[in-house]
Structures are given as C-alpha cells and as structure tokens.
C-alpha cells in the first residue's frame, strides 16, 4: 500500500525540504530548488546538482554556499555579483549568458570565493575567470570558463 498524497502546503514543504550537514553546519535545502548543472563544475563533473543557500552567519550575507547536493564533503562558497558593477566586462558577461541562453534579467552571476593563508593571514580570492552562472527560471547553471585572458584565477577581495 502506497503512503498517502500530500494534502496541504504544508505537508508539500515536508516533503520537498531535506538537510544537508555541510560544513558551516545543518542547512536546509528544497529538492524543487535544486540548480541542475549539466557538466557540474570544473573538477567535480560527477556530481550534478546544487543547492544554493545562505551562509549561517550574518557577517557573511554578501555571499551563498553552493552546495553538492549528492556529496555533504562538497561545497562552494560563491560571492554573487552584479553584472553591471564591472569586475567582468559587459560584453563578457553578456556572450556567456547568450551562449548558455541565460536571459539577463533571470541569470544569477557568482564568483567562486577562495581562502588563501599569505603571511599568517587569511585572504580571499575569487575565480573571474570561471564564474558560476545560474538560470534562475529554468534552474540550470554552469561555471563557465571565459575566453578572456584578463580575468584572474585568484582576484583578491
């Protein structure tokens, strides 16, 4: 005997809800939410799809985990950026979102952010070379790897 269908809203989010244990703690994600990533992101083509939530604690609100939804060990934190705010150049920014047929006003752009130990001190960097780009309406993203030379690999925050 099958279990019974979902009745409410609320028994819905139930369902869809679960949890990751990921390493700044317990966070809950919504399978619904899931952003698929055809080729999944460089280094872990195996692992396909991601969450994408806050970090816990406040002081870091500027920036999201991307999270492997098949793997609790895997994880990105990514700095989600403006495309308008010129760390990468409008016509860069603009073929990556018409390659991958991201529409401007639907396509979520994130840096891929790095500690690095310099001088007994944390520094962050993050990839221009390779941002993440999510399709906010069809759920889809890609770290795609841009064809300019100027963007660094470790551009410090």
């Not at 016509?91 to 018409?98: E, K, L, P, Y």
Request: net charge negative; aromatic share 8%.
């Amino acid at each position: 005997m099958s279990a019974p269908l979902p009745e409410t809203a609320e028994q819905i989010d139930l369902i869809d809800e679960f949890f990751i244990d990921t390493r700044f703690g317990r966070i809950a994600f919504k399978r619904s939410k899931l952003v698929a990533m055809p080729i999944g992101m460089l280094g872990f083509g195996h692992l396909r799809n991601y969450g994408l939530a806050d970090l816990p604690d406040p002081r870091f609100s500027a920036f999201k985990l991307l999270q492997a939804a098949d793997d609790a060990a895997v994880s990105f934190v990514v700095l989600p950026i403006d495309p308008n705010g010129g760390m990468i150049d409008d016509q860069d920014w603009r073929s990556a979102f018409t390659a991958l047929e991201v529409r401007p006003e639907e396509g979520l752009l994130a840096l891929v952010v790095s500690p690095r130990t310099e001088d007994g001190q944390i520094r962050f960097t993050v990839n221009c070379r390779a941002p993440v780009i999510i399709d906010t309406r069809r759920l889809i993203g890609w770290q795609h790897v841009l064809p300019n030379p100027r963007y660094e690999v470790r551009h410090p925050l």
